[in-house]
């Protein structure tokens, strides 16, 4: 099969290649996923998952990228709860190889079922962002009707469906980003925007929620806009600041087929939009993650027509 794989971690995604490697195989507890779609997330190629094993054993060459919308082709010893010719989409497992690829081999708990409704390039936008979203927000966050929340990256990929997802749970939103994000940030839902270059970040005043996708000195100075009672949530690691009266929260992002139905569901009913910037095929993939010029959105490989 078809695939992408990196093995020098210094090169970033200038060290991607494609090349031709063995279908892989089911293992308990299984399935084996042809690829019609897949996302990839940049920082992937900084994660340790991405060069080793659970037990830090080398596993380059490697193949990136965690989400995936595809059908079934086998299915592992064990295996219940999906059948093999299944539409499906979800979030690989960091430690293995993963979805830039014709291929591949997960535990089956990781997919839900990706209904016949929504294209599969759709599907394969969805876990990240959307998991992020969700899991930050109501698992994390406890967002509460009526409650303020500052949105980091408010155009990106997960800023944009946190903006969403935080509108139909009835905050008001404060996105920030670049100038040229702002028309973007409020079309995704955003009530307020904060050009984060030329603003001022503290006429914010109080918000009851920071989501923080930047760090550093953004995720320090947010800190100090949290009302008591409030909290910080991050997917950049521990913050370098905390509240004055409430907890920093960060977390990684994990596999929920519940999740994942909810999320699709809102998609289908046109309350959630994917915020993706350009499509390519495998065959075009490695030049996708290296552009010449900033895309606004996520790139999702169409691996297959």
Sequence with gaps: MKAIVVTDQAAGTAGMKLVERPEPQA??????VQIHASGFVPTELTWPSTWTDRLEHDRTPSIPGHELAGVITALGYGTTGLSVGQR??????????????????????????????????????????????????????????????????????????????????????????????RQTALDFGANEFVDLSN???????????????????????????????????????????????????????????????????????????TNIGKIATLDDAVAAFNPTKRISGKTIIRVRP
């Design 199 to 273: 603003d001022a970040l503290e006429d914010v005043g109080g918000v009851d929620l920071v989501f923080d996708v930047f760090g550093g000195d953004i995720g320090k100075r947010s800190a100090r806009l949290v009302r008591a009672g409030g909290m910080l949530v991050s997917v950049v690691g521990p913050s370098e600041a905390r509240p004055a009266d409430g907890p920093a929260v960060d977390f990684v992002v994990e596999s929920d087929r519940a999740q994942l139905g909810e999320i699709v569901q809102r998609v289908r009913d046109g309350r959630l939009r």
């Design 88 to 181: 499906v989409f979800g979030l690989a497992d960091w430690h293995r190889d993963g979805t830039l690829a014709e291929f591949v081999a997960m535990e089956a708990r990781n997919l839900a079922p990706l209904p016949g409704d929504v294209d599969f390039t759709v599907g394969a936008s969805l876990p990240i962002s959307g998991l992020t979203a969700w899991q930050g927000l109501f698992q994390h966050g406890r967002l509460q009707t009526g409650q303020s929340i500052l949105v980091h990256g408010a155009a990106g990929a997960v800023g944009s469906m946190v903006t969403q997802l935080a509108r139909l749970g009835g905050a008001y939103v404060i996105g920030t980003g670049r100038a040229a994000d």
């Design 27 to 32: 293992a308990i507890n299984d399935v084996v």
